[in-house]
Nanobody, 120 residues
Framework: QVQLVESGGGLVQAGGSLRLSCAAS??????LGWFRQAPGKEREFVAA????????YYADFVQGRFTCSRDNAKNTVYLQMNTLKPEDTAVYYC???????????????WGQGTQVTVSA
């Protein structure tokens, strides 16, 4: 059974930090990515890693604040988020696919999401 479970979301003040985790089961060595969807907006790409975790990709809005990494032994991908802004408020989803990319259609499996709320 393929499953992706996000955790680590919560409510923080602007400037704070959160670390999101996504534990994947039922497969391994897939490209893993993070997307988010804010209220009233379309889902957007945040970050991704390739199968080995050697290369990470980020959306422009990250501006060096986030770090995406993975532990292949645990089949887990992380998103360390620092200097959070109110506009980062969204439901964050992890996804797995044959390749890691910025396009949601490239991912076959999605988690349920974890809420991140950043207060001003």
């Amino acid at each position: 059974q393929v499953q992706l479970v996000e955790s680590g979301g919560g409510l923080v003040q602007a400037g704070g930090s959160l670390r999101l985790s996504c534990a994947a089961s039922g497969f391994s060595n897939y490209g893993l990515g993070w997307f988010r969807q804010a209220p009233g907006k379309e889902r957007e790409f945040v970050a991704a890693t390739d199968r080995s975790g050697g290369t990470s990709y980020y959306a422009d809005f990250v501006q060096g604040r986030f770090t995406c990494s993975r532990d292949n032994a645990k089949n887990t991908v992380y998103l360390q988020m620092n200097t959070l802004k109110p506009e980062d408020t969204a439901v964050y989803y992890c996804a797995a696919g044959r390749i890691g990319s910025s396009y949601g259609n490239d991912y076959a499996y999605w988690g349920q999401g974890t809420q991140v709320t950043v207060s001003a």
